[in-house]
Every structure is written in C-alpha cells, then in structure tokens.
C-alpha cells in the first residue's frame, strides 16, 4: 500500500471525503434543497419541472458517471490494456458516441418540455 507521508492514501481520501460531506454544517449552510417560496403564481409554476428535470438530469449523470468508473477500471493499464493510438473520432461507432451528449440535450428540450407544456 503506498503511503503519503505517513499516512495510507486510503485514509487521507476518506478524512478528505468526510470533511467535503460534512463542509455545509460547518459553515452552516441552507440545506434547502429547492428554490425558496415564491410569492407570484406565476414563480410557482416553473417549480414543479424544475424538480421534474432535476430527477431525470441526476439520473443521467449518474448512469453516465457509473460507466465511467466501470470503463476506467475495467480497461485500466493494470489489467494489460494498452491504451489507444488516434487523434479524435474517426469511425462510425465514435461518431456515434460523440453525438449522444447532443441526443440527450434534444431530448430534454423537446421532448420533456413538450410533455410538461402539454399537459
């Protein structure tokens, strides 16, 4: 186990980790975690869709934050990968992963809004 100054570089991410956590009672912090109350009919009728896209936008980042975890230690060098010798995307297939941050940017701005005006 390597050691950073005497210290195992596990515990230091895991004091490290705890203060971050714990960052907001220290410096007491509002831990609302939605807008304050709007007075205006008119404030109060964004709020629903903004908890609506707030859902849906948490829940893309961490399916996208998962296959990245899963990729890095999957094909790490460790494990004999050796890494790839291109400049950008150049083939279909990376095309195709190069667009899916558009696709997910169209999706939420028609077909979401859509829905919400819709309805």
Request: with cysteine.
């Amino acid at each position: 186990m390597k050691t950073f100054h005497g210290v195992s570089l596990q515990a230091a991410v895991l004091c490290s980790g705890l203060l971050a956590a714990l960052a907001p009672a220290f410096l007491r912090a509002d831990d609302g975690a939605n807008f304050p109350a709007p007075i205006a009919a008119s404030g109060r009728e964004p709020l629903p869709m903004h908890g609506y896209f707030m859902v849906v936008l948490t829940v893309l980042f961490v399916i996208v934050f998962a296959i990245t975890i899963y990729s890095m230690a999957r094909h790490r060098k460790s494990n004999g990968h050796q890494p790839g010798r291109f400049a950008g995307p150049n083939g279909s297939v990376q095309w195709l992963w190069a667009m899916v941050p558009f696709a997910i940017l169209l999706f939420v701005d028609y077909i979401l809004i859509s829905i919400h005006l819709a309805g």
